[in-house]
């Protein structure tokens, strides 16, 4: 299997309507408001790549569409970033799960972090002139492997430099936070740099309960998507930072990782995280 070969995701079947529906009159209010917050966030320029300017934006576009944003308690729920004097300046890989377009807004309404996705997301409408404008790296899935170690050694020079990088290990969008598997890649740039990981649940509810109306699944047309969120009364995403990780071994990251999105987490010993995943690695392969 190709290192860059991803998992098909959810069919776009799996997406629902929105219920309830706002009227007909708050729709179009929605996507004038849309309209106007997107053509000042591009005529900022530059400015737009600024932190603060790049987190007021998202939480525009996040308000023009009326979805609220909830922060789930737990471990640095506030903050993607890892600040520790542990960290010794080195930036967070900050990996989360994929439902929707949405999900690169809501995470830099959270905290305004440098973006790693696919090709693909430079051309949707919404997301991908906010990307293009504040340095989003694309990636090519549909290029050579040759160039993955290229792309971690890159990756991994970011984390040194202090930056923070978000990437959806995933690769492609389900419509829950239990659909794909995490690929491994990324963690490597982490395990070079020494970084922590910070997992990331995304979720969207409505009424009080889950929602896949914001889900944006396999061919879908984006018109469809923005339409059912635009068009659904009190939908809202729930952002859960987790506790981070240290380690040095990626497949033992990305499985923690994973772990700790679908809320099942780590049952072992205490002691610090990196002493923690070394123990599970070493357990790993005495049995395999």
């Keep these: 299997m190709s290192a860059w070969t991803v998992d098909r995701g959810c069919p776009a079947s799996c997406a629902t309507d929105p219920d309830p529906r706002v009227p007909l009159g708050e729709l179009a209010r929605r996507y004038a408001t849309l309209t106007y917050t997107l053509t000042r966030a ?12 790049l987190q007021a934006e998202a939480s525009a576009v996040l308000g023009a569409l009326g979805v609220g944003v909830e922060s789930a308690e737990g471990v640095g729920a506030a903050s ?3 600040r520790t004097g ?4 080195v930036g ?3 990996v989360a799960n994929h439902i929707s377009w949405l999900d690169v807004i809501a995470l830099l309404a959270v905290e305004p972090v440098s973006v790693l996705a696919k090709r693909e997301v430079g051309q949707w409408p919404v997301v991908g002139a906010l990307a293009r ?4 790296r694309f990636i090519d899935r549909d290029g050579s492997p040759r160039a ?7 990756l991994a020079d970011s984390l040194r430099a202090g930056t923070s990088v978000l990437v959806f290990p995933q690769a492609t969008t389900w419509c829950s936070v239990a659909g794909g598997r995490f690929r491994r890649a990324a963690f490597q740039a982490a395990v070079d740099a020494g970084a922590p990981v910070r997992p990331v649940t995304v979720e969207y509810r409505q009424g009080g309960g889950p929602s896949t109306a914001a889900a944006f699944l396999g061919e879908e047309d984006f018109t469809a998507s923005l339409r059912r ?8 995403v729930r952002v859960t930072a987790h506790a981070p990780l240290w380690g040095t071994d990626r497949r033992v990251l990305a499985d923690a990782a994973r772990r700790a999105v679908l809320g099942e987490g780590l049952t072992l010993q205490q002691g610090p995280p990196m002493v923690r995943l070394q123990q599970l690695s070493a357990r790993r392969r005495q049995f395999s």
């Design 42 to 53: 591009v005529a900022r320029g530059d400015r737009l790549a600024e932190p603060s300017t």
């Design 80 to 82: 993607l970033s890892v």
């Design 86 to 89: 542990r960290t010794g300046g």
């Design 92 to 94: 967070t890989l900050v």
């Design 133 to 136: 404008r504040v340095g989003t």
């Design 148 to 154: 993955l170690p290229s792309l971690v050694a890159e």
């Design 229 to 236: 969120v635009a068009g659904a009364r009190g939908l809202s």
